[in-house]
């Protein structure tokens, strides 16, 4: 008698938002895919279809609830299809997202991911397969009863997904998370409130991945986390994990974001400034330009303290390329302030900038300052375009500069352009140039032609003009 195969459970993971966000989704998808989960690429395909979810800003989650909505409707053909809100808005919303007609079966906070395979079962059955229904009968595990939706919102002081792999994509780049949560309480942000306290990863394990992903051809690793740099665990500081990545063999290139300018020490720097695989790169978050303001953020330093970082950094390292975030309109901030903040940005000089309008997070303590501080959206607005236009014209300055010089890049994917090759140098800069889509994932000396000003144009180095680059 021939049986026919069981088809197999496919799952769909869609993510917004930052880094350390798009590392989880890569997460889930490890697990499932160990749970026996197929990994599809989009959500008419799959049986599971979960939105990794972003809160950091108003703005993204309306975005997000919108989406979450329109594939709500693919219950409407196919009332199986479980939909999951993962990730950090469904730790702030919580089970308010189950109702609502959004038609979502699963809401589950960051530090959930773990008990996924579990909470699917419990959604649809054990052992339960694409177009049974429900699964195998109760009799077989009468301890999983079977419910219409579920909520998983513990968060915990442990959770660090330890012994837990990642689906990773092809290619020579990897995100290595090895911190969650956030120790901090910048008094406008939602982090810690959706992703508990800071937790850092055993040094051991972290070196071990890193191991196995330099063997499977990852040569570029970025180390992440809230708080990345005030890494500690066991005696390991984060100067000692980063030098220590930096030395694993097949390892060319490492990057790490975003660290507290507080915790940028000697030693951090001085690993930067000796390690080969270190990248010439910083970003490091100023948020605002003005002492005021910054007591009120609760950043926990100063304009110049946060100078005189800068000043280190790139005393060991002259040819660092900075980047930053900026707040504009942070509750109270006056006119003044914000002409604080386009001077910082004047006096360092950022190779990049990331802009936002302050956007006021329920339950963060920025959200009870008085009611007269809140900046209106047109004067906020306005800022914003100052201190956008101020960022471009340094951002072009200091591109111009650079052309002419020869640089590594690390060859990324294909451009729109026929036959352009897009690559990354290891200042964090995107250089498009002609080249052969074979050159995906291998490195190669180009140098750089003319700039858009945020972006460069640049050639390929024939064999005969790499004498002498280095
Ligand atoms: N409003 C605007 N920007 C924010 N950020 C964090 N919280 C908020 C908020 N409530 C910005 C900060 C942070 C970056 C990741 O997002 O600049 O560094
Ligand atoms: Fe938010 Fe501040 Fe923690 Fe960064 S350091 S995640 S801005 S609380």
């Known amino acids: ?31 499932l895919e160990s749970d026996g989960y197929e990994i599809v690429e989009s959500p008419e395909e799959a049986d599971v279809v979960l939105v990794n979810t972003c809160a950091i800003r108003e703005h993204a989650e309306q975005r997000v609830l919108g989406r979450v909505a329109q ?38 906070g960051p530090d959930g991911y773990r008990d996924l395979p579990e909470a699917l079962e419990k959604l649809r059955g054990p052992g339960w397969t694409p177009g049974n229904g429900s699964g195998s009968t109760d009799e077989v595990a009468p301890a ?35 911190q969650r949560g956030c120790d901090h309480r910048c008094t406008y942000c939602i982090v ?23 063997e ?33 063999d ?3 290139r490492v990057w790490f974001t975003s660290p507290h300018p507080n915790d940028v020490t000697p030693e951090m720097v001085e690993v930067m400034a000796t390690e080969p695989a270190v990248c010439e790169q910083l970003h490091l978050p100023a948020q605002s330009g003005a002492d005021r303001v910054l007591k009120r953020m609760l950043r926990r330093y100063t304009v110049e303290g946060f100078l005189e970082k800068v000043e280190m950094v790139r005393e060991a390292i002259p040819d660092v390329s900075l980047s930053t975030d900026i707040i ?63 960022r471009l014209e340094i951002q072009r300055e200091i591109n111009r500069a650079e052309v002419g010089r020869v640089e590594e890049v690390l060859v990324e994917k294909e451009a729109r352009g026929e036959g352009q090759m897009l690559g990354r140098t290891r200042r964090n800069k995107v250089v498009a140039f002609p080249g052969e889509p074979e050159l995906v994932g291998q490195y190669t000396k180009v140098v750089l032609e003319t700039t858009t000003g945020a972006t460069f144009v640049g050639r390929e180095l024939g064999p005969q003009e790499l004498v002498g680059t280095g």
Not at 226 to 239: I, K, L, P
């Open 71 to 108: 594939l709500g409707g693919l219950k409407k053909e196919r009332p199986d299809v479980v939909v999951g809100v993962t990730g950090c808005m469904a730790q702030r919303l919580g089970e308010s997202l189950l109702d609502g007609g959004r038609r979502v079966d699963l809401v589950m």
């Open 328 to 390: 504009v309109a942070f509750p109270g901030e006056t006119e003044e302030e914000f002409q604080a903040t386009l001077e910082l940005m004047r006096r360092v000089r950022f190779d990049d900038a990331f802009t936002y309008k302050y956007s006021s997070r329920e339950g963060t303590p920025a959200t009870r300052l008085p009611e007269e501080d809140f900046v209106p959206d047109d004067v906020a607005q306005e800022r914003l375009e100052r201190l956008i236009d101020l």
């Open 250 to 252: 097949g390892i060319r």
């Open 216 to 248: 499977s051809g990852v040569s570029d690793v970025t180390l992440l986390g809230q708080t990345v740099n005030s890494y500690a665990v066991d005696g390991w500081g984060f100067a000692d994990l980063l030098q220590s990545v930096a030395r694993v």
């Open 192 to 214: 810690p409130y959706v992703r508990g306290d800071e937790k850092n990863r055993d040094p051991r394990e972290v070196l071990q991945e890193i191991r196995g992903l330099a």
């Open 144 to 178: 999983r009863k079977k419910v219409t939706e579920l909520a998983v919102l513990d968060l915990s002081l442990g959770e660090n997904y330890q012994g837990l792999e990642q689906r990773r994509s092809e290619g020579p780049s990897a995100w290595v998370p090895i």
């Open 1 to 31: 008698m021939t049986s026919t195969p069981t088809p197999r459970r496919r799952a769909y993971v869609e993510t917004y938002g930052c880094q350390m966000n798009i590392s989880d989704g890569e997460l889930m998808e490890g697990i």
